[in-house]
């Protein structure tokens, strides 16, 4: 992927659901072993591209709370 491709803010700003983006990553905890561990156990996530730090424009927010 070339830079031009790669988008400059979090593509869902409002939320910040890494774990379902494509640019997102997550870290189970070492215990973790199969799904059914996965529904109950807290995760770390964030963005590969650093990211997750972007805040949300006005217009962003007033289309969210629609």
Same mark, same amino acid.
Do not use: H
């Given at each position: 992927? @070339?830079? $031009?491709? $790669? ?6 700003? #409002?939320?910040? *659901?890494?774990?379902?983006?494509? &640019?997102?990553? #997550?870290? &189970?905890p070492e215990w973790v072993e199969n799904y ?6 807290? #995760? ?8 997750? @730090?972007?805040?949300?424009? $006005?217009?962003?927010?007033?289309? *969210?709370? $629609?």
């Open positions: 992927m @070339n830079d $031009k491709e $790669k988008p400059k803010i979090c593509i869902d700003p #409002v939320i910040k *659901f890494c774990q379902e983006c494509r &640019y997102g990553w #997550v870290k &189970y059914e561990d996965t529904l109950d156990c807290s #995760v770390e996530s964030g963005c590969t591209l650093g990211l997750e @730090n972007t805040e949300p424009t $006005k217009e962003e927010l007033e289309e *969210f709370e $629609k």
